[in-house]
């Protein structure tokens, strides 16, 4: 492309968030609490006080203002994805958040997140990157342990429930689920960071981050009266386990259902899936996602694993002023990992490619802001491509899973040609 854009200027140093804003960002947030009698648990966290890092599981954005109150009254600056800055990049550096991109490795976020400790602040991540698809644990990277050691700081985590049942990524209407809950818990002092190795913190910070949204809510016994409550779920649950037809599922009001063999299911208050006739294959929506990464497992390793070749169109993020249309290309997800070929509007070829090892999983999207359709998000430091594919024959959340399942098959085949 022709023309050159200003990139967002990753080395601008966090700055404390300004003291006339804290009223507004605790106004902000304090009436979810109110509304879905938020019942927030301590443990361990006596004489806590800042500097520490605190990790946040993901589900919904009302995880950001339970945070702000477990924290309260202490100061905090939050990992933001570049997204998030569209239109308000300045009140967002006002208020302490420090930009990433997604799924990307950044020495300066790692410089960034000192000088956060160093200022006395609380450094907020959320190491999932991601809203969960299903309301369970996403995968964290394996460099959190080695973080944890770098930074020196108490590690403390905040894992909220029932926001996933509130707000699900597959359909962002507000259930108004209350009381919803949230843990926050002293994992490791300054001394534990010291005597373990990162991997020993990795095991305990995964053992810490398992959660299942769905089955909190049914040992709660709290109901969804939202009427179309199954809409958008097929676009998690794109795979049939009763024919095995792929990307032919769809949903409407409290109904799931398959295209190619007609096979239909109920969604109860309590999110539990039934069949309408015929075996139950999954009633836990987890589970139905789960057998959906076993299948994309096996392609995996019998090397067949494909996209095929999608015509897609293309959306960079080179700042958070906005979107730019770079044009229609081809996108192929394979054993090789992610290629996006294609030429913009100047006629110039434009690509990207993200090779397996290069990604441990990544970041989707569902029918964007309403009206975009499904995406992937793919980036560099320099950039970030919202990737639109065209047609029905592909599922974004096949991919993600395939990312996941592709990076850990490099890294046993790799660790077993090593033995």
Same mark, same amino acid.
């Given at each position: 492309m022709k023309e050159e854009f200003i990139r967002f200027d990753m080395g601008e140093p966090p700055i404390r968030t300004k003291w006339y804003l804290m009223p507004l960002i605790v106004g902000l947030s304090y009436p979810a609490n109110i509304l879905h009698r938020v019942k927030l648990r301590k443990y361990d966290m006596d004489g806590v006080k800042p500097p520490y890092l605190l990790l946040c599981n993901h589900n919904a954005f009302m995880d950001f203002k339970v945070a702000t109150r477990a924290m309260f009254p202490h100061r905090a600056n939050y990992v933001v994805a570049i997204d998030g800055f569209i239109g308000r990049e300045q009140l967002l550096?006002?208020?302490?958040?420090?930009?990433?991109?997604?799924?990307?490795?950044?020495?300066?976020?790692?410089?960034h997140l000192r000088t956060?400790?160093?200022?006395?602040?609380?450094?907020?991540?959320?190491?999932?990157?991601?809203?969960?698809?299903?309301?369970?644990?996403?995968?964290?990277?394996?460099?959190?342990?080695?973080?944890?050691?770098?930074?020196?700081?108490?590690?403390?985590?905040?894992?909220?429930?029932?926001? &996933? $049942?509130?707000?699900?990524?597959?359909?962002?209407?507000?259930?108004?689920?209350?009381?919803? %809950? !949230?843990?926050?818990?002293?994992?490791?002092?300054?001394?534990?960071?010291?005597a373990l190795p990162a991997e020993t913190l990795n095991a305990r910070l995964a053992e810490a981050f398992q959660y299942d949204d769905y089955a909190w809510q049914k040992d709660r016994g709290i109901r969804v009266k939202y009427a179309k409550r199954a809409e958008g779920l097929h676009k998690v649950l794109y795979k049939c386990p009763a024919c095995g037809a792929e990307f032919r599922m769809g949903s409407s009001g409290a109904q799931l259902f398959c295209r190619a063999c007609g096979k239909r299911w109920n969604l109860s208050e309590l999110n539990e899936l039934s069949a309408e006739s015929g075996p139950?294959?999954?009633? &836990? $929506?987890?589970?139905?996602?789960?057998?959906?990464?076993?299948?994309?497992?096996?392609?995996? %390793? !019998?090397?067949?694993?494909?996209?095929?070749?999608?015509?897609?169109?293309?959306?960079?993020l080179p700042n958070a002023i906005g979107f730019i249309r770079l044009g229609d290309g081809v996108?192929?997800?394979?054993?090789?990992g992610f290629s996006v070929r294609g030429v913009d509007k100047d006629g110039d070829e434009?690509?990207?490619?993200?090779?397996?090892?290069?990604?441990?999983?990544c970041h989707i999207e569902y029918d964007y802001l309403g009206i975009h359709g499904d995406c992937i998000d793919l980036n560099t430091l320099e950039d970030t491509w919202y990737i639109y594919p065209h047609g029905i024959d592909f599922s974004v959340t096949k991919m993600a899973l395939a990312t996941e399942e592709l990076y850990q098959h490099y890294w046993r085949q790799k660790k077993a040609k090593k033995q």
């Open positions: 550096r006002n208020i302490g958040c420090l930009c990433k991109r997604k799924f990307t490795s950044n020495l300066r976020l790692v410089k956060v400790i160093e200022h006395g602040n609380i450094a907020v991540i959320y190491p999932e990157a991601r809203y969960s698809l299903c309301g369970t644990t996403a995968v964290l990277p394996d460099s959190l342990g080695k973080l944890c050691k770098l930074l020196g700081v108490p590690v403390v985590t905040l894992i909220c429930h029932g926001h &996933h $049942i509130n707000s699900p990524f597959w359909n962002l209407h507000n259930r108004r689920i209350s009381p919803t %809950e !949230a843990e926050m818990r002293l994992l490791f002092t300054k001394e534990d960071l010291k139950t294959e999954f009633s &836990h $929506i987890p589970d139905w996602y789960e057998w959906e990464r076993d299948c994309v497992r096996e392609e995996v %390793e !019998a090397g067949t694993y494909s996209s095929g070749e999608l015509l897609v169109t293309v959306d960079s996108l192929i997800h394979d054993m090789n434009f690509q990207m490619v993200k090779d397996v090892p290069s990604l441990y999983s």
